[in-house]
T-cell receptor, first 114, second 114 residues
Framework: DSGVTQTPKHLITATGQRVTLRCSPR?????VYWYQQSLDQGLQFLIQ?????ERAKGNILERFSAQQFPDLHSELNLSSLELGDSALYFC???WGQGDGNTIYFGEGSWLTVV | AQSVTQLGSHVSVSEGALVLLRCNYS??????LFWYVQYPNQGLQLLLK??????LVKGINGFEAEFKKSETSFHLTKPSAHMSDAAEYFC????????????FGSGTRLLVRP
């Protein structure tokens, strides 16, 4: 158990819908990262927050957005869903801003768009 | 920008044989390097990391990796494979910007034959 909690674990939704994935980082961790894992794209970095502020943005679609709340939990919002958005979405956390700190991953949220 | 290349999408070994999973990195600055393992239907678990201390890094479950700057490599080894080692293994490099996000290789699936 990494200490990073993601909900829901599985989600099936229709095209065009909107979903929210939730992440609770490890106790004391200030950085939250979101990754997407799919068969064709592999593990892709989406976005990072540090202590409530966006720190880095990767290959995140405009239909996707995220935020980190004052209690440090984070949410990833996916809207206007397409079949190609079906993937495993990971949240990860680390204590600091990185610099060699271990980044711990949750077990992921499986999203299936039908 | 940093990147990693994992040679071999699939590696098959016999139980008790040496495991060697290859990873080469590209980085303009001294890298931080990581190996993660993903068991079926689970999240990513850190095996080991290199952060510019000893070049031979020992991790969990008997795995180790050696940082070789001259070869830009960080190969993962284990002297004797066990059936429970069957999983997907990811090499990653930490982006040395303000985010320190991880950039992952495409992964190597390890199959252990009885």
């Amino acid at each position: 158990d990494s200490g990073v909690t993601q909900t829901p674990k599985h989600l099936i939704t229709a095209t065009g819908q909107r979903v929210t994935l939730r992440c609770s980082p490890r106790s004391g961790d200030l950085s939250v990262y979101w990754y997407q894992q799919s068969l064709d794209q592999g593990l892709q970095f989406l976005i990072q927050y540090y202590n409530g502020e966006e720190r880095a943005k990767g290959n995140i679609l405009e239909r996707f957005s995220a935020q980190q709340f004052p209690d440090l939990h984070s949410e990833l919002n996916l809207s206007s869903l397409e079949l190609g958005d079906s993937a495993l979405y990971f949240c990860a956390s680390s204590w600091g801003q990185g610099d060699g700190n271990t980044i711990y991953f949750g077990e992921g949220s499986w999203l299936t768009v039908v | 920008a940093q990147s990693v290349t994992q040679l071999g999408s699939h590696v098959s070994v016999s139980e008790g044989a040496l495991v060697l999973l290859r990873c080469n990195y590209s980085s303009s600055v001294p890298p931080y390097l990581f190996w993660y393992v993903q068991y079926p239907n689970q999240g990513l678990q850190l095996l080991l990391k290199y952060t510019s201390a000893a070049t031979l890094v020992k991790g969990i479950n008997g795995f180790e990796a050696e940082f070789k700057k001259s070869e830009t490599s960080f190969h993962l080894t284990k002297p004797s494979a066990h059936m429970s080692d069957a999983a997907e293994y990811f090499c990653a490099v930490s982006e040395r910007d303000s985010s320190y996000k991880l950039i992952f290789g495409s992964g190597t699936r390890l199959l252990v034959r009885p």
